[in-house]
């Protein structure tokens, strides 16, 4: 808050529950934005090869960051996450997967339509937007919650993709 001018929007759109924030992810300071605008304790997950750097390895421990071995079917990382989501902790993931994956033609990551519809938590979309350079204006905006309760199938590739796109589309228009 002190480098960035943060304008931070929409925090009254953030359910006193627990939800799954997905936001955009541009750059390497997206999470502590998350972190510090949400008006909650949040865990992140991040890509295991981040702790290759120790200090990033030494901010995942203070955060309780929750890793995942990119490109692979990471099953450590995906029933940690449940098990967060089961004990009604919020959870915030970005996912393109990668910084600017949008821009780089990434294809999507299904795994916070997965988590919504395994665990039937709310999925918070947030948009940030600006110039990622010290004291200069940056907004982070949060949509209203999206309830995909209606889908009950995480294993159902057609629910997965639809639910996904439409994260997407809620990140893109908070853009």
Known sequence: KIVYRLKIVGTENIPEEQVIFCGNHRSFIDPPIIKVTCTRDVRFLARESLTKNPLFKFLGWIFDVI?????AKDI????????????GESIALFPE????GLKKGEEVKGGAAFFAIKSGVKVVPVGIAGEIKPFHKLTVTYGKPLDFSMYKDPK?????EIV????????????
Do not use: P
């Open 67 to 71: 890793y995942v071995k990119r490109d």
């Open 76 to 87: 450590g990382a995906l029933k940690g996450t449940l098990a967060c989501l089961k004990k």
């Open 97 to 100: 997967g990668t910084r600017n």
């Open 156 to 160: 159902n590739k057609e629910e997965v």
């Open 164 to 175: 996904t796109n439409k994260i997407m589309e809620e990140i893109k228009a908070l853009l």
